[in-house]
């Protein structure tokens, strides 16, 4: 991978000694206390080069390629550049940020079901011809905007499942690819590869060993109308657990030997999107507004002393399903918050209703959570933030992205280090600024060693 540019892009906390990500967020909350309050995020980059270390343990074979879409803040895309990821663009917009890290476009896979002509126009003129097709109507268009495109055929995971709903939505049908293979074969285009779509409704090991069979009749039917196949993307819907990883490494990888063995010349690559940033992002968001809802709680136990009797409380928050949560959109499940340590917490606990500020009925954050009353202007912080929380297409135009604070601990940057040195990548586009035991920032930044 080529170096990048010498002129830093954005600073990163180094955490050390026994600072911690707590003492960060009450940092930034501090500095708020006589100002307009503003959600924000702390990103912690440790995290992601951890997660990249466990990819290469378990799924070594397998080239990771991250959609842009999870999460398009510039720190998370040059960690990633600089561990040696790919990337997957569904839009001008992510091609341009992408690129503008230095990426090399054999690295870019366009994506997106529904291209504007002039995009593909884009693509084509600054060397990006990797492209995602699953409909003729797609293929024409491709012929007539980028005729050199590579193509990779997109087959829907949910197709042959009789019970969904949107088993045609994203992707082909193994049963349409040979008209469509032969389509873009009159086309003049070319098909190098199969992706396969996989949902947030598909779960479970059989659909990647399902995905790797049905790619394997795809690559021979591609072969037999003329092309030369070279690419398996299986696609995304990996979880950060230690366990899913290494029970899909076991399935993936024999079947990947028995249906592609490494003689064969098919490189392997997968979309591992929320397990890169899921867990590195930490949201604080501020109690804005609340209101007090009496219900009726003749059943409910009198003998349970953590529950109130009959309170229930709705906390309105300076960020939404609009905005950072937008992954409430997607059916992601959103982990209950911690409230901030210097808020008082003891005493009883409420059920309670979080709702974003638009005023929206379907601006509801998560319902029926257990906390504290809360007061206007008390702190929430929601671990796990990372997957669609910052640049996601659902964000409404006149709301300002949170600001995302980097951090990463001394003894991550230099596993980091390390990692760049064998990757054949720098680091130059971060400035590191040290954090003092007590939280605050220095104001000089630090050289990056060679």
């Not at 501090?30 to 378990?58: C, P, Y």
């Not at 003891?346 to 954050?365: T, Y």
């Amino acid at each position: 991978m080529k170096g990048f540019s010498d002129e830093p892009h954005f600073s990163v906390g180094l955490l050390e000694g026994a600072t911690s990500l707590c003492d960060v967020i009450d940092n930034h909350i501090n500095e708020q206390t006589l100002s307009e309050k503003k959600a924000f995020i702390v990103a912690d980059l440790g995290v992601i080069m951890r997660q990249h270390v466990r990819w290469r343990t378990h799924m070594a074979q397998i080239r990771p390629f991250y959609p842009v879409r999870c999460n398009s803040s510039p720190g998370v895309i040059e960690i990633l550049a600089v561990l040696g990821t790919g990337f997957i663009c569904n839009n001008k917009f992510e091609l341009e940020l992408v690129q503008s890290h230095g990426i090399p476009c054999e690295d870019i896979i366009y994506s997106g079901v529904c291209k504007q002509a002039a995009q593909i126009k884009y693509a084509a003129k600054t060397g990006i011809d990797l492209l995602v097709c699953d409909n003729e109507t797609e293929l024409r268009k491709i012929s007539r905007s980028h005729p050199k495109a590579k193509l990779l055929l997109q087959v829907s995971a949910e197709a042959s499942i009789q019970d969904t709903e949107l088993s045609m939505s994203f992707g082909c049908s193994l049963k349409d690819c040979r008209h469509l293979l032969e389509s873009a074969k009159e086309l003049g285009l070319q098909v190098v590869g199969v992706r396969s779509f996989i949902s947030h409704e598909c779960k479970g090991l059989h659909v990647y060993t399902n995905t790797i069979f049905d790619a394997r009749c795809i690559f021979d039917m591609a072969e037999e109308i003329g092309f030369k196949m070279k690419i398996l993307d299986i696609g995304g819907g990996f979880s950060g657990s230690d366990t899913e990883l290494e029970l899909i490494s076991r399935e993936v990888m024999s079947m990947v030997d028995q249906y592609f063995p490494s003689v064969s010349g098919v490189t392997v690559i997968a979309e591992p999107g929320s397990y890169f940033v899921s867990s590195a992002l930490t949201l604080a968001v501020n109690i804005i507004s609340k209101q007090i809802v009496v219900q009726d709680c003749q059943d409910q136990p009198q003998d349970d002393p953590s529950h109130s009797d009959e309170r229930e409380f709705q906390y309105y928050m300076n960020e939404g399903v609009y905005g950072c949560f937008a992954c409430k959109l997607t059916e992601m499940v959103i982990t209950a918050p911690n409230v901030q340590t210097n808020t008082c917490s003891k005493g009883p606990v409420f059920s309670s209703s979080l709702w974003g500020p638009s005023g929206d009925d379907l601006d509801l954050v998560m319902e029926h959570c257990l906390l504290p009353e809360l007061n206007i202007g008390d702190w929430l912080m929601f671990s796990h933030a990372g997957a669609y929380s910052v640049g996601h297409p659902f964000c409404t135009s006149d709301s300002s992205t949170p600001a995302v604070f980097y951090v990463v601990s001394s003894r991550d940057w230099y596993d980091m280090q390390d990692l760049a040195i064998t990757q054949e990548a720098t680091l130059k586009n971060f400035s590191l600024v040290p954090y003092f035991f007590s939280g605050c920032l220095t104001d000089a930044a630090l050289s990056i060693p060679a």
